[in-house]
């Protein structure tokens, strides 16, 4: 599946909570078509996170409280759909439950159906439209319910220790969608997550304030028209001493990669950020050819693209 997420306002987000955000969370609100459906569902809590112990695919903790996890350790053909075969597991089960099993969408259950993929739901089938709240933490603390007061057990504190040993330090900015400051000890970084049109009859991509372009029909070769029109021009940038190093393809999306100046935090790329997200708006309408500068440069930018599998 190119693009999992494709039609949601927050696809950008959830690309990013998928492939490279290390740890966070945002509540789920389930789709009143689902609730009209599952009445008894109505008062479960539902928190999507990055990653869960053992790399579960989701848990059900004592009160009912679903925990989904979008970085597992297997994936099947189409994330969406392993997503919602989790959660819908979820629900069903018993409190104190971990989700375990192959993902839904794994290719042997998918040959077993006869209209394939197509038969399974997929995560926004079951999902509110609304975009997700996300919540970026410094560690795994939020895999310990609250409502227990008493400190974990050993073991529990000794596997929370080494996992909030890997958490990259982490920051998503506030002025622009799906943008994330990082700082993995070497050197300071911006990955983000930028949005394509969701084509068919669908929303176009989200809000204004959060589409990249009021078409739905935005491809990634205009996208890297854009960016290569910005480089040309000594725009794309988003901070003083920040250096474009090329881009990463995630779930069908184009996520840019910058180096930034030492020292700089993420608030000081807040306004860089908004800036540049205000040109590539109006850089993307641009419809005329590029210029051999641009072309040039273009090349550049597509050679410095990876794809993530």
Same mark, same amino acid.
């Given at each position: 599946?190119?693009?999992?997420?494709?039609?949601?306002?927050?696809? =950008?987000?959830?690309?990013?909570?998928?492939?490279?955000?290390?740890?966070?969370?945002?509540?789920?609100?389930?789709?009143?078509?689902?609730?009209?459906?599952?009445?008894?569902?109505? %008062?479960?809590?539902?928190?999507?996170?990055?990653?869960?112990?053992?790399?579960?695919?989701?848990?059900?903790?004592?009160?009912?409280?679903?925990?989904?996890?979008?970085?597992?350790?297997?994936?099947?053909?189409?994330?969406?759909?392993?997503?919602?075969?989790?959660?819908?597991?979820?629900?069903?089960?018993?409190?104190?439950?971990?989700?375990?099993?192959?993902?839904?969408?794994?290719?042997?259950?998918?040959?077993?159906?006869?209209?394939?993929?197509?038969?399974?739901?997929?995560?926004?089938?079951?999902?509110? =439209?609304?975009?997700?709240?996300?919540?970026?933490?410094?560690?795994?603390? /939020? /895999?310990?319910?609250?409502?227990?007061?008493?400190?974990?057990?050993?073991?529990?504190?000794? #596997?929370?220790?080494?996992?909030?040993?890997?958490?990259?330090?982490?920051?998503?900015?506030?002025?622009?969608?799906?943008?994330?400051? !990082?700082?993995?000890?070497?050197?300071?970084?911006?990955?983000?997550?930028?949005?394509?049109?969701?084509?068919?009859?669908?929303?176009?991509?989200?809000?204004?304030?959060?589409?990249?372009?009021?078409?739905?029909?935005?491809?990634?070769?205009?996208?890297?028209?854009?960016?290569?029109?910005? #480089?040309?021009?000594?725009?794309?940038?988003?901070?003083?001493?920040?250096?474009?190093?090329? #881009?990463?393809?995630?779930?069908?999306?184009?996520? &840019?990669?910058? %180096?930034?100046?030492?020292?700089? %935090?993420?608030?000081? !790329?807040?306004? &860089?950020?908004?800036?540049?997200?205000?040109?590539?708006?109006?850089?993307?309408? %641009?419809?005329?050819?590029?210029?051999?500068?641009?072309?040039?440069?273009?090349?550049?930018?597509?050679?410095?693209?990876?794809?993530?599998?």
């Amino acid at each position: 599946m190119l693009r999992p997420f494709q039609g949601r306002q927050d696809e =950008p987000d959830l690309v990013a909570l998928r492939e490279f955000v290390p740890s966070a969370t945002a509540p789920l609100t389930l789709s009143a078509e689902h609730l009209n459906a599952h009445p008894d569902h109505a %008062d479960r809590r539902i928190i999507l996170g990055t990653l869960l112990p053992q790399a579960a695919p989701a848990v059900v903790r004592d009160d009912g409280e679903i925990l989904l996890a979008m970085q597992t350790l297997v994936s099947g053909l189409d994330p969406a759909a392993d997503l919602a075969g989790a959660l819908l597991a979820a629900l069903d089960a018993k409190p104190g439950t971990v989700v375990e099993g192959p993902p839904a969408s794994a290719l042997a259950a998918v040959e077993q159906l006869p209209g394939g993929l197509a038969e399974l739901p997929r995560l926004a089938d079951l999902l509110d =439209p609304a975009p997700l709240e996300v919540t970026v933490h410094s560690g795994f603390t /939020w /895999w310990i319910p609250s409502s227990e007061g008493a400190e974990p057990n050993a073991e529990v504190a000794a #596997s929370l220790d080494r996992a909030n040993a890997t958490v990259v330090p982490t920051t998503r900015l506030e002025s622009v969608p799906a943008a994330y400051w !990082c700082n993995p000890g070497d050197r300071l970084h911006l990955r983000w997550a930028l949005p394509l049109g969701s084509g068919g009859d669908g929303d176009g991509g989200g809000e204004s304030s959060r589409a990249l372009s009021s078409s739905r029909d935005l491809t990634e070769e205009a996208l890297l028209d854009a960016l290569a029109r910005l #480089s040309a021009a000594g725009q794309l940038s988003v901070g003083e001493g920040s250096r474009f190093v090329g #881009s990463f393809r995630a779930d069908g999306l184009v996520v &840019p990669v910058w %180096d930034l100046a030492p020292g700089a %935090d993420a608030e000081s !790329c807040e306004k &860089p950020a908004a800036a540049l997200w205000v040109a590539l708006r109006e850089t993307v309408a %641009d419809a005329r050819a590029l210029t051999p500068q641009e072309r040039r440069v273009r090349a550049g930018v597509v050679g410095r693209t990876l794809t993530l599998r």
